[in-house]
């Protein structure tokens, strides 16, 4: 699943090589094509994001519910979800696709503000029930290495959080977002996020 809900940024293709990163920092985690089965139907949400800078003392932190539907294409090897913010009045959506040949997810983010699709997919997958997905970036001008974490707390549980070093030494954590599995009749009627 991927919410880079950063502004719409370029990303920045480079080589790991033996340039310094930050802890776990890898472009070549890989996964299973099953990998995102766990999250098909529907969720609630309750979201955690910084507000302002990262590393900035005065920023704050915003909470707000939202609600996830997630359906599977292509035999499982795409997914799509659809994620709405019902106190923002926004949404976003999300679409995976994973390559067989490298096992590797790349996660693209469509905010409803712009319309735009993520120029460069976050990539990575899961160990266990443990998904990791980093990508280069720049935020306001500067690089940036971003860090998604997944991590499946049980059949009805997960969370999402955001990271973002800066240095290549330590994460820095602006978006956090608890799920819990609800009834998708309830949730996603017709398919997408009630309203």
């Known amino acids: 699943m991927r919410f880079l809900m950063l502004a719409p940024v370029l990303f920045v293709l480079a080589s790991v090589g ?4 930050p ?28 507000v302002g800078k990262v590393g900035d003392p005065a920023a704050k932190w915003e909470d707000f519910p939202g609600q996830l539907c997630m ?3 292509l035999e499982g ?11 923002r009045h926004s949404s976003g959506l999300t679409l995976r696709t ?15 503000t712009t319309g735009r699709l993520d120029p460069v997919p976050v990539v990575g997958g899961f160990q266990n029930d443990r998904g990791e997905f980093y990508a ?17 707390k049980d059949h009805d549980h997960a969370r999402w959080e955001q990271a973002l070093s800066f240095d290549d030494h330590k994460w ?24």
Not at 136 to 152: A, C, E, S, T
Not at 182 to 195: D, I, M, Q, Y
């Open 18 to 21: 033996s340039a310094a990163v």
């Open 23 to 50: 802890e776990g920092f890898t472009m070549s985690r890989t996964g299973s094509v099953g990998d995102f089965d766990y999250f098909r139907g529907g969720w609630q949400t309750q979201q955690h994001k910084l």
């Open 71 to 73: 359906q599977s294409y």
């Open 77 to 87: 090897a795409a997914t799509v979800d659809e994620l709405y913010f019902p106190t």
């Open 98 to 112: 994973f390559d067989g040949k490298k096992r590797q997810w790349s996660i693209y983010w469509v905010s409803s």
């Open 136 to 152: 280069f970036d720049h935020v306001n001008g500067l690089p940036v290495k971003v860090r998604y974490l997944w991590i499946i």
């Open 172 to 195: 820095q954590t602006n978006w956090t977002a608890d799920f819990t599995r609800a009834a998708e009749k309830e949730v996603c009627p017709g398919g997408h996020p009630a309203r």
